[in-house]
């Protein structure tokens, strides 16, 4: 990712909205530039270079069978094609760059330090990412991300604003006093859905990691559909 790309994004999410009820979160339309975001389309590896979610042994095998991933590490880019893989190499490099994760502490420190409190000193940070698509009839219920996460981006990758439907949601319970720790993916039932950030083009959804940080994707009931998107993980772990 070129320097004034990495600017542009940085700005975007430097001035972002953080929306804190009913736990913070935001939503950034246009954080590449446009001719970036153009390119990214044009690089996004084909289908056949994804794995199923339920193949990786993240998941239960019987689980999460419409969703199909593609880890942006080493193992994983160096079997695209070459011009694929030079662009998603740099574009990994770049998001997961010292740079990129300060800016993030940064913009969410006091957030991020009334979750960890007088241990936030001890923590070292890193991040994960990976290109995700979702076909016809994917669903995920409401949960909060695992407890190691600390900042969850989302950035949806679709080619036209037809899928605009298809964004991320935002649910509170219907009990006001549950919460989860992060383990356990939730019924529907137990919750109201109060906002779904628009799946559209060059933009992103991110939230803070807590206990009451509940999202998720209702069943996809478009047919023939691919949904493409990049799930973005700022991580904690001791030093």
């Not at 199909?68 to 490099?93: A, G």
Request: with cysteine.
């Amino acid at each position: 990712m070129e320097s004034d790309v990495l600017l542009h994004v940085m700005d975007r999410f430097t001035h972002a909205k953080v929306e804190d009820s009913p736990y913070p979160h935001f939503y950034i339309e246009n954080v590449f530039p446009e001719s970036f975001y153009e390119e990214l389309l044009n690089n996004l590896p084909d289908s056949s270079s994804f794995q199923g979610l339920s193949q990786t042994g993240k998941v239960d095998g019987r689980t999460y069978l419409e969703r199909f991933v593609l880890p942006l590490e080493d193992k994983e880019l160096c079997h695209l094609p070459f011009s694929n893989f030079l662009f998603w190499n740099n574009f990994k490099n770049a998001i997961t760059s010292d740079i990129w994760h300060n800016m993030l502490l940064e913009k969410f420190n006091q957030r991020i330090k009334q979750r960890f409190g007088a241990h936030y000193e001890k923590l070292k940070f890193s991040s994960t990412a990976e290109l995700v698509q979702d076909r016809t009839n994917y669903s995920i219920g409401p949960h909060t991300d695992h407890p190691v996460r600390v900042i969850t981006l989302l950035f949806y990758f679709p080619r036209s604003k037809d899928q605009a439907h298809l964004g991320t949601s935002i649910y509170q319970p219907i009990d006001p006093t549950f919460e989860c720790e992060g383990f356990t993916h939730h019924s529907f039932a137990g919750f109201k859905k109060l906002y779904t950030a628009p799946f559209l083009p060059n933009s992103v959804f991110g939230f803070i990691k807590s206990n009451d940080s509940f999202h998720g994707r209702e069943q996809i009931l478009d047919i023939g559909i691919e949904r493409n998107l990049m799930n973005y993980y700022l991580q904690w772990k001791l030093k």
